[in-house]
């Protein structure tokens, strides 16, 4: 499987099971210092217009004292970019997952909403993998 190949499906569940199963050193969930979101709506991200479903894993981690005291934020974003169409508009939405016991809950939710249903399996035109400070 690769990055290009990969369905909406296949890369939530991907997302999921890393954010269940792996913990990110230095965060602590339960203070909200690592957390999923999942945002799907039609933006304009700099290719043009598209639709798009974005998964992303959010990470805080507390600096040290020599390192500066402050927070570092850093995310792991996985999007799928469809072409825009009639089908699309006015579906828009955000959801958090704040801890790995929501998990189950967070997925139901995300199954269940309109806007997967219509490109769960579907070829998007672009896949997208950053990793990054915000």
């Given amino acids: 499987m690769t990055l290009s190949n990969l369905t909406p499906a296949q890369g939530l569940r991907l997302m999921l099971d890393f954010y269940r199963d792996v913990r990110a050193e230095g965060c602590q969930p ?3 210092d690592d957390m999923l979101l999942v945002e799907w709506g039609t933006y304009n991200s700099g290719e043009g217009r598209s639709f798009c479903i974005n998964m992303v894993r959010q990470f805080i981690e507390a600096l040290t004292e020599d390192e500066g005291g402050a927070s570092s934020m850093t995310t792991l974003s996985l999007t799928f970019h469809f072409p825009p169409s009639a089908q699309f508009d006015g ?3 955000h959801h958090w997952c704040s801890t790995p016991d929501e998990v189950k809950d967070f997925e139901r939710l995300i199954i269940g909403s309109e806007a997967y249903r219509a490109v769960a399996t ?3 035109w672009m896949v997208t993998l950053d990793y990054g400070p915000v």
């Fill in 91 to 93: 579906l828009q939405d």
């Fill in 122 to 124: 579907a070829r998007p």
């Fill in 30 to 32: 339960e203070n909200l």
